[in-house]
């Protein structure tokens, strides 16, 4: 059987034959949804700075989709090269700026737990909602609001506790439920016990419009992840067709 969410607008009640109509009633306000928190600004320089291994890595990778280095440093890409990835190009780039990198080391184990609630409480959100395509489940928006609430707390949650695990895992955005989210895989390589180590350089890339239009701005996310028993080389964080700004 096919399932669908449907939300729509609850109908007003009618009144009683034969009794004066009341006052109707002030409407409760609607609770404001949750925002979540990102990380805190960190100092950042202008250019590319020092040639270490995230820049290298950067620069590789930046040239490959220009067409001008080489190929396979597409392969940097966190989870592979996608199909999408393989046909994405670009006709010009400069690194604008950099963050200075943001290093975290925590518990393994908790970060997992942490990650993985997050995912049972979103499951718990959805299978309240989900009914046959043939019904259809009426929401106000506070009703809403409340209903994802355990989700965006959880989420909080995870990112106070396990901030650049949270970042990367990309806890604050939709992409986080995409079952191809290459850090939800990932993660099951570090393994239990132990704490791991996340080291993550954030790039501002400026993509000139040949027709000249307003350049397009964009961030490079370059990262590394190792436990007593793994290591994930220099990644790139890859962003997602729908939202350039993952």
Do not use: C
């Not at 690194?95 to 979103?122: F, P, S, T």
């Not at 955005?173 to 990932?186: A, I, R, S, T």
């Amino acid at each position: 059987m096919q399932f669908a969410v449907v939300a729509v607008v609850v109908a007003l009640g009618s009144m009683p034959a034969g009794k004066p109509a009341k006052p109707a009633p002030k409407p409760e306000p609607v609770a404001a949804p949750i925002e979540l928190k990102s990380l805190p600004p960190v100092e950042s320089i202008d250019g590319a700075g020092a040639l270490d291994e995230p820049r290298k890595v950067a620069e590789a990778y930046l040239k490959a989709l220009e067409g001008k280095g080489d190929g396979t440093a597409r392969n940097y890409l966190l989870g592979g090269v996608t199909l999408t990835a393989t046909d994405f190009t670009i006709p010009n780039w400069k690194i604008k700026k950099r963050d200075v990198g943001r290093i975290e080391e925590l518990e393994v184990d908790g970060a997992l737990e942490a990650m993985h609630e997050l995912e049972r409480k979103g499951a718990e959100a959805l299978n309240s909602v989900v009914v046959s395509e043939d019904n259809s489940v009426a929401l106000t928006q506070e009703q809403a609001n409340k209903m994802l609430e355990p989700t965006k707390i959880q989420a909080q949650k995870f990112m106070d506790a396990y901030p650049l695990f949270a970042y990367v895992a990309r806890a604050r955005k939709d992409v986080f439920w995409h079952p191809e989210n290459p850090w939800l895989k990932e993660a099951k390589k570090l393994g239990k016990g132990g704490t791991y180590k996340l080291e993550v350089h954030r790039f501002t890339i400026e993509e000139k419009d040949p027709s000249g239009g307003a350049p397009r701005i964009w961030p490079l996310r370059v990262l590394r992840v190792t436990t007593k028993n793994y290591d994930s080389k220099w990644k790139i964080l890859p962003a997602s067709d729908w939202d350039p700004n993952y």
